[in-house]
């Protein structure tokens, strides 16, 4: 078996992939990873062009990541009034598909409702969130929606340690998300929810003071 064509086609493959990925950080990541390893095959099949080509884009990747870890970034929360808020109808009618990839059973009701609240990321609308609310201590998320070139987890990080105070959410407050998928559970885990319910019905909760 040729193991260093095979090096070179998987190294190849790597950067093809990292051109896919709509979120920056990841792609430079990714990229570089490729970069480096192209640089490699390069010099072991003594072709200087692809070692030197692919040398420099990786001290580029690297440049940007060091760049992106240096940058600050500054969040907020905004509340919205989503019944008369032209802005939020549209940005739920742009990203409707990637939403449904995410909250599938999610649909807009003018008849609820909603807490409704953007977090801005350097003034920048970058997530949704929509509360109904299910009882006195209880709210139901029926949406909780990050757009793809942002979803690193800072956003939903913000929102659940200082978003929920900034929007008066007390300790007696839970939240809660009922059947989400498998992709969303992985985010859900992360942020603090807890799984609760019976084996019919997939239910997570969160608690600010938890």
Request: charged share 25%.
């Amino acid at each position: 078996m040729d193991w260093v064509g095979l090096f070179g086609t998987v190294s190849s493959v790597v950067i093809a992939v990292s051109l896919t990925m709509k979120n920056i950080r990841r792609l430079r990541w990714w990229n570089l990873v490729g970069a480096i390893a192209f640089s490699a095959y390069g010099l072991m099949i003594d072709a200087m062009p692809v070692f030197l080509v692919n040398g420099f884009i990786a001290l580029i990747d690297i440049y940007y990541l060091v760049e992106m870890a240096r940058r600050k970034d500054y969040f907020s929360m905004l509340e919205v009034k989503i019944k008369t808020s032209v802005f939020t109808q549209r940005f739920i009618e742009f990203y409707k598909d990637d939403i449904a990839k995410y909250f599938p059973k999610f649909a807009y009701d003018e008849n609820i409702e909603y807490k409704s609240y953007f977090c801005l990321r350097n003034c920048r609308p970058v997530g949704l969130i929509l509360f109904s609310t299910l009882s006195e201590n209880e709210y139901l998320v029926e949406l909780d929606y990050t757009i793809p070139e942002y979803r690193d987890r800072k956003t939903g990080e913000y929102f659940y340690q200082e978003g929920l105070k900034r929007i008066g959410l007390d300790d007696n407050k839970q939240l809660v998300i009922k059947d989400p998928n498998e992709d969303h559970i992985k985010y859900l885990n992360a942020m603090g929810y807890k799984r609760s319910g019976d084996e019919g019905e997939l239910i997570y909760t969160y608690k600010r003071s938890e």
